[in-house]
């Protein structure tokens, strides 16, 4: 078996039996951080040679956020707070390490929440 070499955060295997096929054990992790986060979590998977996607979101929840109120500012819920999720793929051997560097990147304080999924398969079109 040989391994190609790609920028993506994980390993593509070939093998001339199964012509292709994806490493197993890829996970996906996503972050869900509130506003004025993301840049350093995505520096730090940058940093690691990974990728990531980037998006905003909306969170309903029972999440208050400052807004301004005439020449202020107040807490006051909202129908909806602003988020932003930060999404990438890696093998399962990284995994550890990665949320390591994303929960430093991120700080304390419960900024926001990492979620981990199996990656049943892995296509590139």
Do not use: C, W
Not at 114 to 119: L, V
Request: proline letters at 2%; a neutral charge.
């Amino acid at each position: 078996m040989s391994q190609d070499k790609t920028t993506l955060p994980f390993e593509v295997i070939k093998d001339e039996s199964k012509e292709g096929k994806v490493q197993a054990g890829l996970k996906r992790i996503e972050v869900f951080l509130g506003s004025g986060k993301a840049d350093a979590v995505l520096s730090a998977i940058r940093n690691m040679d990974l990728e990531a996607t980037l998006y905003d979101s909306k969170g309903f929840g029972k999440e208050k956020e400052k807004v301004r109120v005439g020449r202020g500012m107040s807490e006051a819920e909202l129908s909806y707070s602003t988020r932003q999720t930060i999404v990438t793929i890696v093998d399962s051997d990284k995994l550890e390490e990665i949320i390591n560097t994303i929960k430093k990147s991120a700080g304390s304080g419960g900024v926001g929440i990492i979620a981990i999924s199996p990656m049943d398969a892995l296509i590139h079109m």
